[in-house]
């Protein structure tokens, strides 16, 4: 069974950072697509950025390329996003998903979604 929690979130001012987490269970961390996203009030939800199958690679999305940075843990089964330099248009809830395959920000095959960590820069 699949799971995926996130946690880190929080409230900062423009120009903090923040690490949020990405606690998997039920599948080895390396064998899918892990991706980030994040969804604004009032706005579509967007990838922020994707790490690939065992980690061979990772994509950000243009607009956090340079701030934000996906990592991952083997031995914890945990993926990372370290957000620097954060600005308020990066407030909404971020979500971790995985998938079989990925190409750029975009899953192909059954997708696994988190709950959503809020975040929140002023």
């Known amino acids: 069974h699949v799971q995926l929690v996130e946690s880190g979130g929080g409230s900062v001012q423009a120009g903090g950072s923040l690490r949020l987490s990405c606690a998997a269970s039920?599948?080895?961390?390396?064998?899918?697509?892990l991706g980030w996203f994040r969804q604004a009030p009032g706005k579509e939800r967007e990838g922020v950025g994707m790490?690939?199958?065992?980690?061979?690679?990772?994509y950000y999305a243009d607009s956090v390329k340079g701030r934000f940075t996906i990592s991952q843990d083997t031995a914890k089964n945990m993926s990372y996003l370290e957000m620097n330099n954060l600005k308020p248009e990066d407030t909404g809830m971020y979500y971790c998903a995985a998938a079989p395959s990925c190409s750029g920000l975009n899953f192909y095959g059954r997708e696994y979604w988190g709950q959503g960590t809020q975040v929140t820069v002023s």
């Open positions: 039920g599948y080895n961390i390396t064998t899918r697509c």
């Open positions: 790490i690939y199958i065992r980690a061979v690679d990772t």
